[in-house]
């Protein structure tokens, strides 16, 4: 990666004035943040105990961007997190639990306590009018591969990408991904090895591989539409499409709705190896689909949000949604983030919650901002989700709370989040033993600059 970027430098100051490449850089610009995190799991499990951990960390990210220069420029991100005043028994989700997964240390050990840093980001970008190609390290938010900042540092990609518009508002891409950069680990690993761990020969029939994807986005005032083909060779095959309408009606009551979709399937080696007596799978080949749909509304300072997603059941197929790469798509997603670890190396083919074959899940959530009372910066967020599925014998209840503060670059806020009744199953599609009650309270403070 290093020698690629900087052979890419070297050849382009080749051709160019030095006073050409001081400039580059001396207008380039500099962002990052400083971020505090605190977090506290507690669990009333199905076996009787009580197992609770907490974590403090602070860290953040640091990225330089040099000016463009005939149609050129280059960055990278520093990123780190750094655990302090650690437990007996630590939260490791907001450190290392990724490293301790991929090692083999586990969830919890020492290779999952450590603080690290990595260089998340570090790309050379060429830009001509309507046409970009990026190559190299970079955080990326698309449905199913994506950053998920929802603990101290987001997940990251490597591999390249060009992207053309079409339209003023419609963009077209094409990424060839080859690493994956999971939000707790400083590694990059093989994009597929991250999804199937030790398993990935044994279901591809190799020990690598690639995620291509191609989209086309469209976003207009009030109408917007995605859809995304994610093609792994001899692995998978994900399809997702959503479409977005927001208007503001005379009366200034703000309405929006959306409809979205997805269809996964194993393709290749992955779908005649996962068929066979003993796979991972226990013989079933991925065949996945689900919909949802949100409505919302608002005016003013208030906004109320309907949401509900179903994932279809099928008993002759895997039939969870296999989201290795950190995402969490359906409309109807918690902060408790319902596939909470299923990113974590070779987690791909668990699953979590909404996310289960069979799960229907109802969200409302009450949104308030405070500005009226004439002290700016303060926001509610209440919200509620059921999850129903035949599969358990109860359903899953999830309930958080949101206290935030915002002025100008900084801002915190104090989440609590209770589940009952938690929903999870491994590769072969079996459910786990229903926890009793998941309670998590999370303090978070973030200064930009």
Known sequence: MKKIILGSLIAISSVQAVDSIDTWFTEGSVKGNVKYYFIETQKDTADGSHPSAHANAVGGQLSYTTASWNGFETGATFMT???????????????????????????????????????????????YEDFSALYGRKVIKTPLIHAKEVRMLPSAVQGAFVDYKILNDTTIGLSYLTHFKQRTSDEFTNIIEHALGDNTK??????????????????????????????AADFLNSIYADVDFKNTLDNGVSVHAAYQYINQRSIGNADDNLHKVGSLTGGDRISSNAFGFLFDAGYKESKLAFAFSKVLSDSDRHDSLVLPWDGTPL??????SNDLFQSNYGKALNADSIYIGGAAGVKVAYTQKYDFTGVKGFKTVLSYLNVDNSKFANNQRDYNAVVAYGIGDFSIALKGIWVRHTMSENERGVPSAQNDKLTQYRVIANLKF
């Not at 991929?102 to 450590?114: E, I, K, M």
């Open 81 to 127: 997190t750094n655990g302090f005043a650690l437990p007996n028994k630590v939260d490791t989700s907001i450190i290392g639990r990724d490293n301790g997964v991929r090692l083999g240390t586990g969830a919890g050990g020492n290779d999952a306590q450590d603080s690290f840093a990595v260089l998340g980001e570090a790309f050379v970008k060429f830009t």
């Open 202 to 231: 044994a279901i591809t029939g190799d020990n690598k591989g690639e995620v291509i994807v191609a989209d086309i986005v469209h976003k207009t005032g009030k109408i917007s539409y995605q859809a995304y083909d994610y093609y």
């Open 331 to 336: 409309f109807t997603n918690m902060i408790t």
